[in-house]
């Protein structure tokens, strides 16, 4: 039996992320504040109305119709960023990092965030900064094969992803010291 694609059940449930079944232990989108909305609705507002100044009649709506939708889907394509963490993972955005990987975790306040995104950052760092959302987290990564050295990411509640960090890490290195 195949499904509509003409791939096999098992292949769908081979290709399916595993993490979509996972209960996730902390979850953040980091959408646009709501005082961030009126600015580009205003914009596309003005827009369009200079756009119906010139064009009298049944057109003068089109700009309406089209920039003020546009304005919306940019504000949440903006915000569609997410932070998951598992029991093994921890995903922000489309990438993901294996807990196993994950050294040290330090919080980036509001107050520190300039330095630690200007002159102290390296240029291979994994960065994903939202203006928006105040403090970030710092995640040192331990594989030897990567060339990351750490991961840099906004985060609203910044404190419970490290303590829930640092408890799943222990949770997994104790399953890993039962197992051997």
Do not use: C
């Amino acid at each position: 039996m195949t499904d509509s694609a003409g791939t096999a059940p098992s292949e769908v449930a081979a290709t399916r992320d595993r993490t979509d079944s996972v209960m996730p232990i902390f979850q953040e989108r980091l959408r646009v504040s709501w005082w961030a909305w009126p600015l580009p609705l205003l914009g596309a507002g003005l827009m369009a109305m200079q756009v119906h100044m010139g064009n009298p009649g049944l057109r003068a709506w089109l700009p309406y119709v089209v920039l003020m939708p546009l304005a919306v889907l940019g504000m949440v394509w903006l915000g569609r960023v997410r932070v998951r963490l598992s029991s093994d993972e921890i995903h922000v955005g489309k990438a993901h990092l294996p807990l196993r990987f994950v050294g040290e975790v330090e919080v980036v306040t509001s107050d520190q965030k300039r330095k630690a995104l200007g002159p102290e950052l390296d240029p291979a760092a994994f960065v994903v900064h939202r203006p928006w959302v105040g403090p970030m987290l710092w995640m040192e990564l331990t594989d030897p094969d990567d060339p990351t050295p750490y991961w840099l990411f906004s985060v609203r509640d910044p404190e419970r992803l490290k303590e829930s960090i640092l408890k799943a890490k222990a949770g997994e290195l104790a399953a890993v010291a039962e197992g051997s």
